[in-house]
Structure formats: C-alpha cells, structure tokens
C-alpha cells in the first residue's frame, strides 16, 4: 500500500495540478512531491525502526503488494501480468533518490512562467513513471512504467527546452524508443524461455541458471542467454547512455530546461542502470557473464569517451552531460566486474557491484547539483558559455562555493560521495578486469581537468565587468544545492547505512552468479 | 441454352464495362452513372444466382431467395448512394465550379 | 590515560576551528565588512552597486599581478590595504588556539614515545568506524601512530601552528581573511588525516584533501589579473589548476599501485602490508611494480620530476601558503609516503623500485638546483629548492638500510625550508609585494630580524657544519657513498655531492641579492640603504610575524644533534641503528667542503661582488645555457604541447567522432526514413480513380497470383 | 441446341445491355450518356424477368429507370457548364482503365468458365430453366423481408430504412445552398 501511494500520489498530484489555478501548481507538485519524498524515506526508516531491518532481497522483497492485473489464454499462449511492487535495498536507495530529486526539482523550478500547470503536472507523472520502473516487481509492469516515463519527458524537453528542443525531444525518444524496442523483444524471449506463466521478478531469478542452449542466428548460433541478455541490454544502454549510443544525452541536456535536466540525469539515467543490474545481471547472469569481457572494454571506453568530449566543450551543460556519460561508464565497469569470469575472490565482485549501485546514487545527487549550478547561472545570465563568463566568483562566491562541492564531489574528492563509489568501484574491478580498470581510472585525472578548468574560465581570474550586474544566489536558489551537498557529504563521510541497504539484494545477485560459473 | 453461366459472363462484361467508366471519365456524373451500372452488373449476377438455386435441396429452408433480397437491399443503398452523390457533385460544383474528378485533388499528398 | 588514546583529538582541533570559522565568525566576518563599506552588499544588486564598489575591488583584488601598480603607496595589498574585523580576527585567534592545542597534543604524544620503547615498536592503532565490509576486506576509517607519525605530527602541527600566527600579519587587512584561516585549517586537518591514517584508504582520503587545500590556497586571490605578458609572476587561477591535475597525473598511477596491492594482499592496513610474511605466495615482480606505482603518486605529491613543474607556479599562492605546504608538510607527504611503505620497498619488492625511486630523486635534485640558479623570483628559487631537497629525501630513502635518513631531511627540511619562506614573505611584506630579488638588496639594515633569522635558515639548506641541514643532508651524501661502496653505483653520491655544491651557491646568491650585497657590512653580508634597489620603503613585520621566525630559527640551527649517537634513527626504527654520526666521519668533510665552496663563491660573485655575475653569460655556452635554465628546460612548453594538440585534439577528435560519424548514422537513418516516406507519399494523388485503378490493378494482380500459386491455368 | 424464345430473348437483352453500357461509358454526351442509362436499366429489368424475378424487375423499373435517371439529369442540368465541351471526355489514366478493365473482364470470364461449381452443377442449370419456365415469387420474398422468422429480413430492412432517411437528409443538408 505504501509503494502504491509512492508510485500514485504523483499522478493523482499532476491531475490536481492540471485543475489548479496556475498559481497554485507549484504549491500542490512541491507539497505533494515532498509527501512523496516522505513515504519514501519511510520505506528505509519503517524497517530500520524494526530493530533488526531486513531490506529484502528480490526473493523476499520488502512492502511487496501482487495483485493480478491482465490474464489472457489462448491456447498455449498465456500472458500474464501482475500488478506486483515490492523493495529490495536496490529499489529503495533509487525510490529515495527518485524522491528526492523530484522534490528538488519542484523547488527547483519556481520561477517557471510558461503553462506553469502542464509543467508541473508533467513533472509529477514523470515521477510516477520513474517510480514504478523503480518499484515494479513484474517484468511487463516494469516495462510498462519504462515506457510511461517517456511522454512526460518528451514533452517537457518538446515544450519548455531552448533553441533545439524538438530536434533534442525526438532524438531522445526515437533512441530510447528503439532501445526498448529490443528490452521488449528480450522481455518475450526470457518471459516464454522461461514457462510463459510468470512474469514476476521472483520467478525469473529462480528460474535464469536453468536458462541454457542456444538460438539459431544467422547460420551461426547465440547462446540463449547471451541472446537474452543483449536483447535486454540494448534499451538500457541508450539509457545509461553507453558509447556508441550517447549521442543523445548531450543534446537533450542541453535543451532541457534545469530540473529536467536534473531528472533526467539524476534519476533516468539510473533507470537504465537499474535494469542492467537488476535485469539484465539478475536474469541473464549467463549472458552477463559471456558478455562482462566486452561490458568492460566498453566502460573504459565510456569513462573516457565522455570524459574526452567533456573537455572540449564550450556549453557548461552539455560539458556536464558527457561527464554523466564518463561517470555512468564507472556503473558499466562495476557490473562487468562483478559478472567477468575469472578467479577473483567474489567479495571483489560484490564490492565492484555495490560500487556500481553507490555510483548511481551518489552520480544521482552529484550530476543533480551540477546541473542545479548552471541553472542558477543561466536564470540570471541567460547563457551557459563557460568562456563568456570570467571571474564571476567575485560576485556570486556562494554559487562558486557550491559549484566547486558539486565539480570537486564530481572528480572524486575524498569526503564527499564520488570518491567513496569510484574508489569501491576500483578495488572491486581491479580484481577481474585489470586493463579496462587502469584505463577508466585515468578518467579521474581527466575529470579532475575539464571540471576545474571551467571553473577555472567561468569563476577565477578578473571580473569580466560585462557581469559586474550578477547577484548571488538567493535563498530559494540556494536550497537545493545546500540539501544536494549536504547528502553528498555524509554519503562521503559515513556510507555505511546506504551499503548495509545494498548488500542483501546484490549479495545475493553475486552468490548466484558465483554458483553458476563454479558449474 | 442459358445457362447460369450466360448471366454470369453478361454480368461480369457490364460490371467491367462500368469499371472502364468509373476509371476513365473525367465527369463526376459520369462516375456515378458507371457506377450505377456496375451495380447492376451486381445485380444481375446475384438474381441469377438466386433464381439457379432457387429450390436448391440440401439446405433445409425450401426455396432459396438470398439473391434477391441482396438486390433488393442494393437497389435501396444504390438509390440513397446516387442521392448523396448528386448533392455532393452539386456542393462541389457550386463551390469550385467544376466536376472534374482530376482537379478534385485536396487530399494530394 | 595516556596521551595517545587523545590522538583524534588533534585533527578535530582545527577541524572545529574550521566549522566555526566558516558557520559563525565568516559570515560575522563578512557582515561587519559590508557594513563598512569594504565589500559589496551584492543581494541588492544592479549596475550601480557594481559601480560604487570598483573602488573596493582594487582593495579586494590582491595578487601579485598587473594590479600592483595601484597599490604599491599601500603596501602591495598585502596587510595595509583593508582593516581586519574583530570577527576575522576572532575565527583566526580561534584557529591559533587550536593550532596551539593540538601541537601541545602533539609534543605530548611525541614525549610519551620518547619514553616507552615499547610504544614505540607496536604503535597504537584506534578505530573510528567503518565504511563497508566485504567478507575480509574491510574498508575502515582507522587511525595509527607510531614514531614515524609521531614526528610527522610535531612537524605539521608545529609549522601549521607558526604559519597560523604569522598569517594573523601577513593577511592582514585581505578581504579574504577569514577564508584564509578557514582554508589553513582545512588543510591542516587533511595533512594530520593524511599521516595519521592506518591503511591506505585513510591516507588517500588526507592525500587527495591536502590536494584540494592546495588548490583552494594557491587559488586564493582567485580574482586576481593575469600578470602582463611575457611576465614570468605566478598567476593564481592557471596555477591551481596545474596543482590539482599535475598532482592527480601521479595519483592516478598511485591508485594503481594500491589496487595492485589490495588486489594481491586483500587488505589496506599498512601493519598488514608492511609485514613480509603477507606476500608468500605473491610474485615478488607484482610488489615492485606496484611500489613503482606507488612512488608515482609520491612523484606527483612532492614534486619530482617529470611532475614537478606545477610547485614553482604555487608560488602564486600567499606566501605563508607556501612554507606550510609547499615546503614543509604536503609536498612532503611524498617521501612520508614511500617512508610508510619503506619494509616493502627495501625488503619485498625487488632493488628496482628503490632504484626508481633513487634515480629521479637524485635526477631532480640536481635539475631543479640547476633550474634554482638562474631565478630572479625569491619564491621561485625556494620552489626550486624544496624539489631539489624532496630530491634529497628520496636519495635517502633509496640509499639508506633504513627510511631514517630521508625522513631525518624531512624532519630538518620542514623548520628551515619554512623559516625560508616565512623570512621571504616577510621581506615581500616589507617591499611592497615585489618579489624580484633585482629590486631587493641590503634589506639586512631594514629588518634585522628577518635577515638573521633567514641566514641560520641559509646556513642549515647549505650543510654549514653543526647546522641541522648538516646532519641530515650529509648523511644522505654518506649513505650515498656507502651505496655505491656496496652496488658499484656512485651515480646518486656524485649527483647529490654536486647538487650540495649547487645548493650552497644559489641560497646565498639568495641570500646576498636579498639583505647583502658589495658595500655591507661583514663582506656583504650585512647590507644597507646603498644596496637596496627598489622603490618601496622597506620596514621590520609585526611581531605575529617576527615571533615564529625566531620560534623556527631554533630548531632550523638545531635539531641536528637529534641524530647524534643515532637518536633519531634509534626512535624511528625503534631500536635499528643505522648510520654513524657524520662529525667522525672523514667523508663528511668532502660535503662540507663543497658547500663551502658554493658559499665562497656566491660570496665572490654577489657578496664581494669581485668576480661579476655576467662572466657566466657572457659566452655564448653560458648563454645558451642560462636561456635553457631560465626556460625551466622547455618542461612546461614541452606539456602545454602535449595538452594542447594530443590530450585536447584526442578530445576534439571525440567530439567530432560524436558529431559527424555516430549522429551521422543516427540522423542519416532518420534523414532516409523521412526520404522514403517522402517518395512514397506522392502516390498519394488525391485523384479518387487513380486509388480505384489501384485497388483493382492490385486485385488483378493478387488474383493473378493465386491463380498462378493454385495452378489454375494449368488445369 | 434447341433456340427456344428464352434464349432468343436473353441474346437480344444482352447485346442491348452491353451496348448501351458501352453507350454510356463512350459517348462524348453526357445527356445521350444518361439516355442510355435509363436503356441499361432497362435491359437489366428485361433480365430479371428472364431469371423469374419479377418483383426485383419492377423495383428496377422503378427506382433505377425512373427515379434515378431523373436524378442523374437533374445532376446534369444544374452542372451542365462545368466541363468544357472541347477536351476529351477521359482522363489521362483511361488506357490503364481500359487494360485493367479487360484483363478484369477476361479473368472473371476464366474463373467463371473454370468455375467447378457452375458448369458441374446440371441441378443448377435445371433449376435456372424450372425459373425461367417457373411461376413467380414476389409472395415468398414478402414473407422473408416481413415475418417474424428466424431466418428473415426485417433487422436489415429497418436498418436499410434507416439508411435511406439518413441519405435523405443527408443530400439536403449538402445540397442545400448556404
């Protein structure tokens, strides 16, 4: 009942929005994404109050509700579709984050004069969607979520983007389109590999170590996990996004209006990083395993790919976008990691997984209070040029003071989150794949270069007097930033209780995977 | 000797003699005239299939007169059809001042 | 209850310092100054708040750039140009105070080691709390101290102490004041984490902090002008990014090394690591490479060549910045670290890591030495010093049975290397903010205090026999010549014999430029008005910046004798005697000669001013060789090429990869989708019997078809 | 092949039917195109009474001959200027039309020779001379369009009623002049 009012309160939120004045729009999508950030954060403190908390796993996740939706036979045809939610530590670090940051978001966007209520409604079914992928314990329900997330977002980068935004909206949506066009293929292969009775999360993961042969392909033929695998790796690698299929992360961040791009790098992205672990590992941990050499070599080349792009960037935004695409490459590196075949000892692999999680927490919360930095910068200048600016410092030290948490928690300073992911994402990858972790570790100096040469160019040196008119960050501008870094230090300080929610799920993903590369 | 297939050769020239019309004339009148005849060439096929098995055993209700009540049903939707065809050559003719099917384009790509 | 159970304490002491600094006497700082007028209100806003404030900015905008022009009638910016509030003043007696108390902790704990041999072999570990187990790996905030982090903590607490007072005068006045304090207290924090640390992981978190105080505090005037071109002034902004990424170049490989190890050894610890039975079944060439890797982070940290081009540009950073850390603790936190692993280097690891390390520290020692002689900027010839003494340290580490050696340079080069550049920054105070030692000269008269104090600390760098530098650096030399007695390598005794020589004769060349010169009393030593060049009027400092130049004089003359009878390497190694005391040791006297003889001639060439200083470049040899030396060997060009066209075309090269070749197949395919249709779309005529000769030509066609398929036309 | 008046009849029908149908496609008149028409009409009565459907042959009389021919020269008058008198009465795709049309003619004229059904069937043909030769059946179509029965028509009579008034108004509201 609990994850039916996280997943719902939003939509029923956006429908209130749509009715309200317009005045009234951010009042009821801040209280009520703020209600919903509550619940949220009730879903981790209701089991710590416990006394012994048991986060769940995928077989006994937590707050789980079944209740059966579409039952359809023909013959030997049989579809079934729960509607199932539940929480595993995996789910709930992602719906508090979710939450998170969309409250930010409404906070975020205050000031935003265009059809305010679509806006704001629009935000809130956004949230819905993110929340059911995230909460959804039914392959079809999660995939149905999946695609519901796409509307709002189209719309929101169609309508309130800049110069580009329809060019930027149709890329984003034909790319995630097409991807999940395969996630859904691979959904039907697994779903009828596996008896074609059962779509739920816990049916799959007892039934994938029986998921063996091969698919006829091409005269040739694929091991049918790999088969699996791929098919349901495409959608969530154009989500991730992993290289080659990035492209349209730059454009339609940079399109974007402020909070969508925070949502859209904060939490979307994590979708598909959520998929790749919970299904493409938790499902096909064969194919995972065929695949984790390939996975790895791509990580690298994720990590510094973006991090390359980032440096040559001119628009701050855009430079921040790739540097999602060089951090998300961590993600790839710790679930190839964890699946690559070798004799490492499987606590490596469970620390490069639970790296890889913590990654998509912490990039969530890091990428957020980037892009919440050039949004205040752009509301008041109007651009996002890195070169026009010039000793902007001098007149918005709080903003400088902030954006510099943000850049330095990016590149990976001890004390603030980024370190605490990377560092457990090295030591775990190190151990099965030496080379690609050596080349994408390099991606820290990289970071370290492009995020403080801009601010280097944008805040230190002269005031460039063309700006002298800029004022500092006032205190509803400041308040994200503020709660962002705030998380991001104590998630750098003391990470344990984010780890302990982690562990039972991811755990378990790395025994099974352990006991199938024994046999 | 006729025979049932006399009718049905009759029927299919004239239902392709009106398909030339319908495809050819550039007066919209004339369309419609075609199409009148291509109905009846329907027509006639159906009557003829009516009247041939007309008493036709095996199939439990006697006398067989399917054919013919189809006619009927077409002469009735012909009728309504030539009707609001005419009102529609007219609006058309009133508004564009031609009933040349060719420049009667709108829908063009 | 014993001191050392306190140890957490002293790195919350400026750790608290720190958080009320920045949540109540900053903003209090930054209030009061608003109110008087010092500093924009800016919430308000609007072009004419800008206007009336450029006065202001030109206070607020220190530097040592283009702007100095406005403010040499004032003191340069430095302390005469702003007021400093009673609430800057307070959150800086706040971080004194703590300064004060942790280095009382500090001597404490170091007093109780001194006096428990027992102590002193097991160390005493405390556990803070953990990030996150696996199995047996664990990964845990744990402090440690034992006598090697005994003295690193008399060191950093000492010097940040002192640099802390003087600071009080030196920042006098800067808008940024409570900042300062702020950010020199943030580092000091990071440098105690760094030292303090138990396992790796610790020491890479203090490591990467300490990084990021650097960059904040060689940053500190960010809004500085960039100096006119073709000046060779340090400029903040460049300048702390060059730290920050030259550095990170070494973590990098460092981060390597560490994974390397924890890969192997499944732990962090650094008493696990450091014990050889842990690397039984491990491939002894895995070890050394890791430990090459390893002293990669070190090259990066204390500035060895080839990274060390990004220390000489921190210069651009407060004076008193740069004798914390970048002569006294961080750039030190290299040779601690190689120190840390020094078991593994020497008894694990195969002889090529300290090898390794060998080669480039006596490589740098004498290239920086070289580049030192020919700098006019007083901090940059102590830049270049302090990487040919971290130089040193490493030739200690990699010669030495022990890491008592190099770490006896350390211990020695933190008070006099400090002490230099305090004295530097004092006599930068006093002339206005130049810092070309052309425009200095017979400062002696001037500011007494400072010349005296800054010629114990000349006479200690230059091994002037009795003086700290003596003990410590000769018996490097010593060690050096043991080395090559025992591996047939004299290499690293020639160059670091040969670098003393060096070392001797560009710090008193310093030396004379700055307080002598031909005419002062002594020989030159004791310069007056008829030597000094510049323009300012030069004066003595305050005495909260006079009073740690005196505190530090003591110990940069005599902690020396520490080594006598191998007391300190007696406590470091808890009980391993090393070396014997250099005063019996003939050898020695081939040190002391050749820094005498760098001594002799400085004196010549800038004291008596007999021999002049243009026989040098007055050949084309000397020419050509002075042009590469004030060039710095074409280092930095050489990097700025590589940046410019194979690190930034690399990225172009993605960039334009992204653009042309994968948006090109993806709007290609969208482009001939949208064709297609477009093609398709023109049967759509709009003519109704061109759709009616379709349906029925596609009837035909279908029925023709089946007709064929059913073979209708064959029966 | 006995030439009894049936097949005299059906053989002078038909050529009258196929030729004024040419008649109506081909003429450049369309006022002697819609004279032929009510010929067509005609003729197509005459067959009906041929096949024994007498009924249907009067509601052809009437609505076709009469009513609807009447509409088409209605639809003629009031348009009578739209198309110039000088160019073709075709337009440009009537080659493809005439192709399309004979390949259609000669392929039902195949099927309809191929049929199985139709020439091996002798009760067909039997039953098709028993019709000509036979009494009427206007009683029995009455039955099936108005009695209750399962199997008949009136559902699809009423619905075709409906139809009917729906086209009724239908042409008033286009046709009516705004």
């Not at chain 2, 098995?53 to 009735?76: D, P, V, Y």
């Not at chain 3, 034992?146 to 607490?157: E, N, R």
């Not at chain 3, 050696?405 to 550049?421: R, V």
């Not at chain 3, 006079?546 to 520490?562: D, K, M, Y």
Request: contains cysteine; proline residues 4%; hydrophobic residues 55%.
């Amino acid at each position: 009942m609990l994850l039916t009012a996280i997943v719902f309160l939003p939509l029923i939120a956006g429908v209130i929005c749509m009715l309200a004045p317009d005045r009234a729009a951010r009042w009821i999508a801040a209280v009520f994404t703020g209600v919903v950030f509550l619940l949220s954060l009730w879903l981790y403190f209701g089991l710590v109050a416990t006394g012994s908390p048991n986060f769940g796993s995928v077989i006994a996740p937590q707050w789980y509700i079944d209740v059966p939706w579409i039952n359809v036979v023909l013959g030997a045809f049989h579809l079934k579709v729960d509607y199932a939610l539940g929480a595993d530590g995996l789910s709930m670090t992602m719906l508090i984050l979710n939450g998170l940051l969309s409250f930010l978001a409404v906070i975020g966007s205050w000031k935003i004069g265009k059809r305010p209520r679509l806006y704001f409604a629009l935000l809130l079914i956004l949230e819905t969607g993110v929340m059911g992928v995230f909460a959804a314990f039914d392959l079809f329900l999660f995939i149905f979520f999946w695609e519901i997330e796409l509307i709002p977002m189209f719309l929101l980068i169609g309508i309130w983007g800049g110069a580009r935004r329809e060019y930027a909206a149709w890329k984003f949506l034909i790319y995630t389109l097409v991807g999940s066009a395969f996630t859904l293929a691979g959904i039907f292969l697994i779903y009828f590999q596996t008896g074609g009775r059962d779509a739920s999360y816990q049916h799959f993961t007892q039934t994938a170590p029986s998921l063996t042969g091969s698919l006829p392909f091409f005269g040739g033929s694929v091991s049918l996990a790999l088969a699996i695998f791929l098919l349901l790796f495409v959608g969530f690698a154009v989500k991730i996004p992993m290289w080659p299929l990035h492209t349209w992360l730059p454009d339609a961040h940079t399109e974007a209006p402020t909070a969508v791009s925070v949502l859209l790098a904060g939490v979307l992205l994590k979708m598909g990083a959520y998929g790749l672990i919970r299904i493409c590992l938790g499902f096909a941990p064969h194919g995972a395993m065929e695949f984790a050499p390939v996975l790895g070599v791509l990580a690298a080349i994720n990590v510094l790919w973006g991090a390359g792009a980032s440096m040559v960037q001119k628009d701050m935004k855009r430079m921040i976008a790739y540097s999602s695409v060089s951090h998300m490459g961590y993600v790839l590196l710790g679930v190839a990691a964890a699946a690559a075949i070798g004799t490492a000892n499987i606590n490596f692999r469970q620390a490069a997984l639970t790296g890889a999680t913590l990654q998509m927490f912490t990039h969530g919360t890091i990428t957020a209070m980037l892009f919440f930095s050039v949004g205040v910068l752009y509301e008041k200048a109007h651009t996002r040029d890195i070169d026009v600016f010039g000793g902007i410092g001098k007149r918005m030290p709080m903003l400088m003071l902030l954006y510099s948490v943000a850049c330095f928690a990016a590149l990976g300073l001890p004390g603030l989150s980024g370190f605490v992911a990377e560092y457990l994402v090295f030591t775990g990858s190190f151990a099965t794949l030496p080379v690609a972790t050596i080349f994408a570790a390099f991606g820290v100096v990289l970071t370290a270069g492009y995020l403080l040469w801009m601010l280097r160019r944008s805040f230190y040196g002269p005031l460039n007097m063309k700006w002298d008119w800029l004022t500092d960050t006032t205190v509803r501008e400041a308040f994200p930033l503020v709660a962002l870094g705030l998380v991001i230090l104590f998630v750098g300080i003391y990470p344990q209780p984010i780890i302990d929610l982690l562990t039972p799920s991811l755990q378990q993903m790395v025994h099974s995977m352990s006991a199938l590369a024994i046999h | 000797m006729v025979t049932l297939n006399s009718f049905l050769v009759l029927g299919a020239l004239v239902f392709c003699i009106g398909l030339f019309g319908a495809l050819s004339k550039r007066n919209a009148v004339a369309i419609l005239m075609s199409i009148e005849i291509m109905l009846n060439a329907v027509n006639i096929t159906l009557v003829a299939y009516a009247s041939a098995f007309q008493s036709f055993a095996g199939a439990g209700h006697g006398e067989r007169l399917t054919g013919q009540i189809f006619a009927i049903f077409i002469i009735t939707v012909a009728a309504a059809e030539a009707a609001v065809a005419l009102a529609m050559i007219i609006a058309i003719y009133r508004r564009r001042s031609t009933i040349d099917v060719g420049q009667i384009n709108l829908m063009r790509w | 209850m014993s001191p050392v159970e306190f140890v957490p304490v002293i790195p919350l002491l400026p750790l608290v310092a720190m958080v009320i600094i920045f949540l109540v006497t900053r903003p209090l700082d930054i209030a009061a100054q608003r109110r008087a007028g010092l500093r924009p209100t800016g919430v308000s806003g609007g072009h004419n708040v800008g206007g009336a404030t450029a006065g202001h900015e030109q206070a607020e905008t220190h530097g040592s750039g283009a702007d100095h022009d406005e403010h040499d009638d004032h003191g340069g910016g430095h302390g005469h140009g702003g007021v400093t509030t009673f609430w800057g003043l307070a959150g800086a007696v706040v971080a004194v105070v703590a300064m004060v108390g942790a280095f009382g902790l500090a001597l404490a704990i170091f007093f109780q080691f001194l006096g428990s041999p027992a102590l002193q072999k097991s160390g005493y570990t405390v556990h803070l709390w953990n990030w996150f187990s696996f199995g047996p790996l664990h990964y845990v905030i744990d402090f440690r101290v034992d006598t090697l982090t005994a003295i690193m903590l008399i060191v950093v607490t000492g010097v940040s102490m002192l640099v802390h007072l003087y600071s009080i005068g030196y920042m006098a006045g800067d808008l940024g004041f409570s900042r300062f304090f702020m950010e020199l207290a943030l580092f000091t924090v990071s440098m105690l984490i760094l030292v303090l640390g138990a396992n790796i992981l610790v020491l890479f978190i203090g490591w990467e902090l300490v990084g990021l105080s650097s960059y904040l505090l060689i940053g500190f005037w960010f809004d500085a002008a960039p100096p006119p071109a073709g000046s060779d002034l340090p400029y903040p902004p460049p300048a702390a990014l060059k730290a920050f990424v030259t550095t990170r170049v070494g973590d990098f490989a460092m981060l390597i090394g560490i994974l390397m190890l924890f890969v192997t050894t499944g732990t962090f610890t650094f008493t696990t690591l450091n014990t050889p039975a842990t690397y039984q079944h491990i491939d002894q060439f895995t070890v050394t490479v890791a430990m090459i890797l390893i002293f990669c982070g070190a090259v990066g940290k204390s500035a060895q060549f080839p990274l060390h081009v990004w220390l000489p540009d921190a210069m651009a950073g407060p004076t008193p910045v740069s004798a914390l850390i970048h002569a006294a603790t961080m750039v030190a936190a290299g040779v601690y670290l190689v120190a840390r692993f020094f078991p593994l280097y020497s008894q694990v690891a195969g002889p090529q890591s300290l090898e390794v390390v060998g080669w480039i520290g006596s490589f740098t020692a004498i290239f920086a030495a070289v580049i030192a002689l020919a700098q006019n900027d007083i901090k940059k010839v102590l830049a270049y010093s302090t990487i040919s003494q971290l130089g040193y340290m490493f030739v200690g580490l990699a010669v030495a049975p022990t890491d008592a050696t190099g770490i006896f340079h350390l211990f020695t080069h933190a008070f006099f290397k400090a002490l230099l550049f305090l004295g530097s920054g004092s006599v930068i105070h006093a002339v206005a903010g130049n810092q070309d030692m052309r425009k200095m000269g017979g400062l002696a008269k001037y500011m007494p205090i400072t010349a005296v104090t800054f010629l114990v600390a000349t006479l200690s760098i230059s091994g002037f026999p009795l003086f700290s530098g003596f003990f410590s650096k000769d018996a490097i030399i010593g060690e050096a010549f043991t080395y090559g007695q025992a591996n047939g390598n004299f290499w690293f005794y020639g160059l670091t014999l040969f670098t003393a020589f060096l070392t001797a004769f560009y710090m008193f060349r310093l030396f004379f430029m700055t307080f002598g010169g031909r005419g002062g009393a002594f020989g030159g030593f004791w310069g007056n008005e008829r030597q000094y060049r510049g323009e300012a009027h030069p004066h003595e400092s305050t005495w909260t910046m006079t009073v740690p130049l005196i505190l530090l004089a003591f110990p940069s003359a005599l902690v020396g004798f520490w080594s006598i009878n191998s007391g300190f390497a007696n406590f470091l190694t808890a009980g391993i005697q090393t070396y014997d005391n250099p005063l019996f040791d003939p050898l020695t006297y081939v040190g002391v000669a050749v820094a005498l003889l760098g001594i002799g001639l400085a004196w010549l060439v800038y004291g008596l001013e007999v021999v002049p200083a243009r026989v040098f470049t007055s050949n084309p040899v000397g020419r050509a060789a002075y042009t590469v030396m004030i060039n710095k060997f074409y280092v930095d060009e050489f990097y700025g090429w590589v940046i410019q066209y194979i690190a930034l075309g690399l990225s172009h090269g993605a960039e334009l990869f992204d653009t042309y070749i994968i948006d090109g197949i993806v709007n290609g395919s969208a482009t001939s989708v949208q064709r297609i249709g477009d093609a398709t779309r023109r049967t759509e005529t709009g003519v109704l019997q061109n759709y009616g000769a379709a349906i029925f030509g596609g009837a035909l066609i279908i029925a023709l078809a089946v007709f064929i398929a059913t073979g209708a036309f064959v029966h | 092949m006995s030439l009894n008046i049936a097949t005299v009849a059906f053989y002078v029908i038909a050529i009258v039917l196929v030729g004024s149908s040419l008649a109506v496609v081909m003429l450049r008149n369309i006022v002697h195109a819609a004279l032929f028409l009510a010929v067509v009409f005609g003729a197509a009565a005459g067959v009906y009474v041929l096949l024994n459907a007498e009924f249907i042959a009067i509601v052809q009389v009437l609505i076709y001959a009469g009513a609807v021919t009447i509409l088409v020269l209605f639809a003629i008058m009031l348009t009578q200027n739209a198309m110039s008198r000088t160019s073709s009465p075709f337009s440009g795709q009537a080659w493809l039309a005439a192709i399309i049309s004979v390949a259609l003619a000669a392929g039902l004229i195949f099927t309809v020779g191929s049929s199985q059904m139709a020439l091996a069937s002798p009760n067909a043909s039997a039953n098709l001379a028993n019709a000509i030769n036979g009494g009427g059946t206007v009683a029995r179509i009455g039955q099936l369009l108005y009695s209750p029965f399962d199997y008949s028509y009136v559902l699809p009579f009423e619905i075709a009623s409906v139809v009917l008034l729906v086209a009724i108004i239908g042409a008033i509201v286009i046709g009516r002049e705004e």
